[in-house]
């Protein structure tokens, strides 16, 4: 019987062992797994800002030159009215010939600017909106780094919420 006793403690003791062995290999994995998701994370957050960056120069690229648009329609509808009254009856009058020069030049630089702002490279908003949100990548690593923290630290995993946070 003693026997019995002596070989229960014994597997006890292994079974012990085997437990402490099996969390420090799962605690070693989840470190693992930070270490992973911290990097990926660091990674996306430098790929966002680029991405970032990029949107707001372009978006003040454009902002500038629609700028310079308004204000040349404008300088347009302040010629229209410092048009001659004799235009449409005299055509070929000095101050007519010079009003119609200035407007024209006014109307190729309206056209031109605009060309220039379609132009412009634009980010298309879909690859802005991957990396941002409740449920951009940006959230998604940051919610798979907080549930690793927790789980190292022996919280139990919350089972609702996620990335949704409901």
Request: proline share 4%; glycine share 6%; aromatic share 6%.
């Amino acid at each position: 019987m003693s026997q019995t006793f002596a070989r229960i403690n014994a597997l006890e003791g292994e079974l012990t062992v085997a437990r402490q062995e099996a969390a420090a290999e799962q605690r070693n994995q989840l470190i693992s797994q930070l270490t992973e998701a911290r990097e990926r994370l660091r990674t996306t957050r430098e790929q966002y800002a680029i991405v970032r960056n990029r949107v707001k120069s372009e978006r003040a690229a454009r902002a500038k030159i629609q700028g310079e648009i308004d204000g040349v329609l404008f300088a347009i509808s302040e010629s229209w009215s410092a048009r001659p009254p004799c235009a449409d009856f005299l055509p070929n009058d000095a101050e007519v010939v010079e009003w119609r020069t200035h407007h024209d030049a006014l109307e190729e630089e309206r056209t031109r600017l605009i060309q220039q702002r379609d132009e412009l490279p634009q980010t298309h908003r879909s690859q802005y909106d991957f990396y941002e949100g409740g449920t951009g990548l940006l959230a998604q690593l940051e919610y798979r780094e907080k549930s690793l923290l927790a789980a190292l630290n022996g919280i139990p995993a919350s089972p609702v919420g996620g990335i949704y946070g409901v």
